[in-house]
């Protein structure tokens, strides 16, 4: 299969996550550069980590006007992977392909360490191969990651099960000191309602080798290489 | 010419010269210099660009070695380390701007030091920091260290470059004057390496990244200036930093690089396109002639004394042939970047600027940049001598718990996660330590090996005894990477110092460089770079001496890094390095009973030498599960330490034997100590290898429990559950900055 | 033309920067001050525009670009002609 | 009583945001747009203060907290009484 990993001016997670994804993984993987109009045959894409545009204005809100964004747009509606990682999934947001904004940290500092998330639901592209209640150790790295969205609009996440990914503690629990930024009932990762696009603010390519303290990011990889291959 | 101003005493002053030194402008140019031209000498001979006070000195540290492929000079010093690749690494200070204005000087600070080293063709792969703040019950002070904290991490996170570590110290002598050094280190191949040299008759010269505005014009004449009341109005010279911007000059810059499109290239940091023209110029024995009509401009009506003086961020000079010009502004335009031709490479060796059409600037750029007078300071040890004070003065503890929690909450040795969690230190996927190790420990992908990056400097040795603490600075910077496991290839250093006028300030900076030559001597790793950042006094008050030293270390397999913390219980403790009768200049006596005072631990550095050789031999068979060296907080901080940087918090029992006080035994700060874990069954070989290198080994105790357990002739000292400590460690910096 | 948009979340939502400063005021014992909320502003310099398609532009843009309309609102005015 | 404080960078300071929020309008054609500078808005709530009161502490207040008055200025207003 085939990954593309956006370019923006100002992302810096591009490398890496084309690192985890073609040689960790050993997958094709090729960079997508932010002007052009061409996905290049990819089949999922990823829209990497970083401060695109310099998350002037707001994190991912200038990104969304990027020509390429117009391609992803129907690669996604017309049911096409796409994985939005931390600048990536704020991106998403703006788009609107994904509901609700992100807010300030709840401490108003940059934050980054590593996290334990919940998988709350695994009939997902993203989460198939691991168990609901797992919980995986990644790190987080970002100053607007506090999820919002109006109460009707939660409803509807959690009538969806949307919410693939919750901040809990190592436990598994949903510990007011595990939601680290403030989110919205402890979103991490959030999918539409097709089930095809993912936006999380953790960092699965910085836990995706052993030296780097962590391989629990390998889970969301290994997810969408399966399904990609079972479709 | 225009701007035909007079330049009498009172302009010469302003612009921070001497008479003499403006009597031997007029002899080097052969006629009185116009304004611009006063500013362009005015800048380069500045204390902070010309090294004039300090240059004699630091001609003593040593700079050569087979691995240094560029000593002190360029912008960065490079080290190869072979397979192709170079490590290119600097560390610069960003003090006066920082006090200012903390958020966007400490930021500025930051995409400064990125560009040294991106400008000289290496990716910026790790950065770290070394901050110097008063105490924090001052509100002053936390506002700056939140300040900048946050614009380091601004401007570092947007980058997207690691900051991995970093140093962090408190004293009253910085409430006015706080330190903010930052360093980073790049990795190049070696055969794209770039230098700031303006080669090539007719060569094309263009300006790239950001427009040109009034911003921080006269930054470098600042930065050589003490601070006086006159505070409030040097303060409109503060730059905002664009960390977006810097990351497209990075890609752009490594992208015309990669392609083989540049000749010579500098980066655009304090003294703008004067240093940037001329250096690349004198470097190169060439002149530059520009045109300033066509420097891309923020403001309207800048004059040519302005344009030349700015100090406005993101911006460099390329020198390039002419059929790649258009090549090189193709790359530019695909990052949104403008690259204009704005002159060309001249013979004759001068510096030609035009403006409107006339010629406003006519000097040889040798002048500017090589001939500026050195001075050989008059110095003087201060008079009274240093208080020394005797251990029987000092009385001790009641509650031994109580003061070690105490000391735990000293911000020096306090957690500094509230600091390093705001700092993206895992971008680029190459971090393999987190914060929180002796030294950080970066892989290099599709390699067994690693670098190793740590910066010390404790000013409170280097005050009370500046030779000696000179010394301890590079051998604690050793001895870190020695605990994970990483020979030393190459130091840069930082060197924070008072006013040099002062003779007691200039015998501190001697001594202290005196000492921090002869330990690289002796630990045979050469000097390539550094920063000197005199001046730092506010109101005629010096800070300490403060050296920071930056060195990069090798480790050949980084599976076999060591990290400090605890592995596992039931290991045994075992200490390398000998405890003696030192509690002078301790954390310890400073925080705790509030005195400043003593001799320094004393340190042989042959000793020193083999410690670290020990610890690296057992690193590399194989035989240690961790390794911590000890600093501030003496022997029980750092076993707590490693309690801390376990998994689990496990705790450990220390059974001591010896002579010593138990004060002086637990707190005072010898030198030369490494406590590592191992198993019983590897106990002989290592005690093997430290009498091979004839240093002191003893077992302390083992690790286990969950509590920290302190006995010495086997009378209990005290006991405290691990938790207890950790939490006084690790909310001690929080709790300043809690919202009341 | 100069416009000046003022964009700040709307009251349903929780603006943390505006009680952070709050709180720092209450400190300083500014106890004066019962609430804060912070926004942003932008000052756009406009060239060669009717009225009209000002009017049409700028609610255009805000909507758009300058706030996001989930937690945002807006409100804009001349302030050079 | 209600006031409006709107801090914005000193014109001679480099505006990063503005400018890449400007840039972006250019790309959308929004091309009657020649300058765009973002700076922060305060809305303040005050209790039990005289106007003389206002006068002596909103600007204290913006010099002080609000705005950094090394590379920003700021202005105030009453927009309810
Ligand atoms: N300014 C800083 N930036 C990032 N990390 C820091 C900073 N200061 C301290 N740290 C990290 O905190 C840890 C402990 O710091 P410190 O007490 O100074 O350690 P030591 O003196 O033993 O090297 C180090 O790993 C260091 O990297
Ligand atoms: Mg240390």
Known sequence: ?231 | MSEKTIIDEQTIKEHNLTLDEYALIQELIGREPNLTELGIFSLMWSEHCSYKSSKVHLKKLPVTGKNVIQGPGENAGIIDIGEGLVAVFKIESHNHPSFIEPYQGAATGVGGILRDIFTMGARPIAAMNSLRFGPLDIPKNRSIMDGVVSGIAGYGNSFGVPMVGGDVYFNDCYSLNPLVNAFCLGLAEKDKIFYARAEGFDNAVLYVGSKTGRDGIHGATMASAEFGEDLEEKRPNVQVGDPFKEKLLLEACLEVMDQGLVVGIQDMGAAGLTCSTTEMAANAGTGIEIDLDLVPQREEGMTPYEIMLSESQERMLIVAEEDKVERVQEVFAKWDLDAVRIGRVTEGGRLHVKWHGETVVEIPVDSVVNLCPAYNREYSPPSPPQPIIENTTISTPQNYKEVFLKLLTSPTIANKEWVFRQYDHMVQTNTAFLPGADASLLRIKDQKRALAITLDGNSLYTYLEPRSGGKIAVAEACRNLACVGATPIGVTNCLNFGNPEKPEIMWQFKEVVEGVAEACQTFDIPVTGGNVSFYNDTKGVSIHPTPVLGIVGMVDDIDKAVSPGFKEEGHIILLLGENKDELGASEYLRWVLREEKGRTPQIDLDYEKRVHQVCLDAIDQELLFSAHDISEGGLAVCAVECAFLSPTNMGCSLDLRSDLRPDVLLFGETQSRILVTISDKNLEAVLALAEKHKVTAAVLGTTGGDTFKISVNDLSIFEVPVLEAYNAWKQAIPEYFKVR | MKIRVLVSYKDSVLDPQGQTVKNALHTLNYDCVKDVRQGKVFELELEEVSPEKVEEVIPEIAHTVLANPIIEKFEWQVIEE
């Open chain 1, 1 to 231: 299969m085939k990954f593309g990993v956006v370019v923006f001016p100002g992302s810096n997670c591009d490398n890496d996550t084309l690192h985890a994804v073609r040689d960790v993984f050993e997958q094709e993987a090729e960079f997508l550069w932010h002007k052009d109009h061409d996905l290049k045959g990819s089949d999922c894409i990823i829209l990497p980590g970083g401060f695109s545009y310099g998350d002037y204005l707001r994190s991912g809100a200038i990104a969304r006007f990027s020509p390429l964004m117009q391609e992803v747009k129907e690669f996604a509606l017309k049911g096409g992977i796409v994985l939005g990682i931390c600048n990536g999934f704020q991106v998403l947001l703006e788009l609107g392909l994904l509901p609700g904004a992100m807010m300030r940290n709840k401490n108003l500092k940059f934050l980054c360490q590593h996290v334990y998330l919940r998988i709350e639901n695994k009939d997902t592209p993203f989460t198939q191969a691991g168990h609901e209640g797992q919980v995986l150790r990644i790190p987080i790295a970002h100053f607007d990651g506090n999820y919002y969205t109006d109460r009707k609009g939660l409803k509807e996440l959690e009538r969806n099960q949307q919410i693939v990914l919750r901040y809990t503690n190592e436990e598994g629990y949903l510990t007011e000191e595990a939601n680290v930024n403030g989110s919205l009932d402890h979103c991490a990762g959030l999918m539409n309602k097709a089930g095809n696009v993912l936006g999380m603010m953790p960092h699965p390519e910085r836990a995706s080798e052993a030296i780097l303290g962590s391989r629990d990011g390998r889970l969301i990889f290994q997810s969408i290489i399966n399904y990609i291959h079972h479709t």
